[in-house]
């Protein structure tokens, strides 16, 4: 593990997204919350609040950090068609949440997928990335499209 225990202590908030693509009427599927599993978007989002809670125990060398908010957005999009998900990871301490924030979406992803594929296989899950970062040495960082 890298040592951070020279590094002052700030606030440290990190946004990640992703999207799980899908079929239309798994889609209509999902927003209806009548999956076979249950609520589908509901799930994902505990799902994704539990990974970013484990992430050190997940990711090798990656620190333990006492996280104090994390957020799972799920919200169905008609256009892609399927879901896109926002989890934003916040802590005051010596090291960034960015790899929680990319946890907690990961996972959520994984969640509704596994939670649909009864009803679509080729589902597709993309665009896993960092959006922001906030705080530390380096300071701010945004993702420029």
Known sequence: M??????????????A??????????????????????????????AGIMAAKKTSELIPLCHPIALTKVTVDLETDAELPGVRVIATAKTTGQTGVEMEALTAVSVAC?????????????????????????????GDWRRQD
Request: charged residues 30%; hydrophobic residues 45%.
């Open 110 to 138: 994984l969640t509704i997928y596994d939670m649909l594929k009864a009803a679509d296989r080729g589902m597709i899950i993309e665009g896993v990335t960092l959006v922001e970062k906030r705080g530390g040495k380096s």
């Open 2 to 15: 890298v040592d951070v225990s020279d590094k002052a202590s700030t606030d440290r908030i990190a946004v």
């Open 17 to 46: 997204e992703g999207r799980v693509v899908m079929a239309r009427e798994t889609l209509a599927l999902c927003a209806s919350g009548n999956a076979k599993k249950g609520d589908v978007l509901g799930a994902a989002r505990i």
